[in-house]
């Protein structure tokens, strides 16, 4: 098999073996799904809209492991973000226009920090305003799209301007997709969808069986589960769109994932989920997903 290199300023950035992050996705993501991917190699996630308290429950767990915070700027805990930044690697804005003041105060608590874009314009926004990487987004990402094009499209762009180490997110859910990323210009790839069917991470069973049935075509970008966050699109499956209306004036249409925690209708709750989902085929522990992307990714690249 082919020998990966793996080092790349992304890795030497991070201090991480694999040039890989585990997207930080909302309420699914806890210290167990970000510390098992940390411990077999990437950058493990986890939210900071958990609070002060959660969130320092969640950073005792992952102790000294590679794991950064994900914030989502209209929803942001000022003193949530100084925990982060001097207690974790990384430091991730999402969701707003690349703020300076932002920045330099998550550095101020010595930590890397990272924008989430969606366009060439916040991508040098981002970069001007002191980022020590960019996350490009494209438009098959799952979840809250920025995006409005594809990811490869807007890496190249983005990589002909910006001398930042670049982080590719969207659409990514296999080792011949993490390749092309880095063959097109990446620094690393983000990879969401596929941790969604780890026990690790919280989402609901029968989420994780629709996420298994489904492949690219069932996704679709929407703004239906927008209660409490308009005029944010996001893409989910399908099926949830469909079972929502089929509920009518009976949904609610909050933009919440379903946990393991939830009971009721399952199937008309927010079901995220980007076009890498024809990746998720069973339920695999983040280890053995972080191991299959990397093993399969070297069968695409260079020796």
Do not use: K
């Amino acid at each position: 098999m082919a020998r990966v290199p793996w080092s790349t300023r992304f890795t030497d950035l991070i201090g991480c073996r694999h040039p890989l992050q585990q997207a930080a996705m909302g309420g699914l993501v806890n210290a167990d799904l970000a510390l098992a991917v940390a411990t077999a190699g990437g950058l493990g996630m986890v939210s900071g809209t958990v609070g002060t308290a959660g969130l320092t429950a969640e950073l005792d767990r992952v102790g000294d492991s590679l794991v950064g915070v994900n914030f989502l700027v209209p929803f942001l805990d000022p003193a949530a973000l100084d925990l982060a930044a001097e207690r974790s690697t990384l430091v991730e804005f999402f969701w707003g226009v690349p703020s300076r003041d932002l920045v330099a105060r998550a550095h101020a608590g010595g930590a890397r920090v990272a924008w989430q874009i969606g366009s060439l314009d916040e991508a040098r926004t981002a970069a001007d305003a002191g980022c020590d990487l960019v996350i490009v987004q494209g438009i098959e990402a799952g979840g809250h799209v920025r995006g409005t094009v594809g990811v490869l499209p807007l890496l190249d762009e983005a990589r002909r301007v910006l001398d930042v180490p670049l982080v590719a997110a969207g659409g990514i859910g296999s080792g011949r997709a993490l390749a092309a990323a880095l063959l097109a210009g990446a620094d690393a790839v983000r990879v969401g969808t596929r941790f969604l069917a780890a026990p690790e991470a919280a989402a609901h069973p029968d989420y994780v069986d629709a996420l298994i049935r489904a492949d690219a075509e069932d996704t679709v970008l929407t703004t239906a589960f927008g209660d409490g966050w308009p005029d944010a699109p996001h893409r989910v499956l399908r099926s949830c769109v469909d079972a929502g209306e089929a509920l009518g004036d009976a949904q609610a249409w909050r933009p919440n994932w379903p946990t393991t925690s939830d009971t009721g209708r399952i199937d008309t709750r927010a079901l995220y989920a980007g076009q890498s989902v024809g990746g998720v085929r069973a339920r695999q522990p983040a280890d053995a997903i972080v191991t299959e992307l990397v093993g399969d990714a070297a069968c695409y690249l260079p020796r």
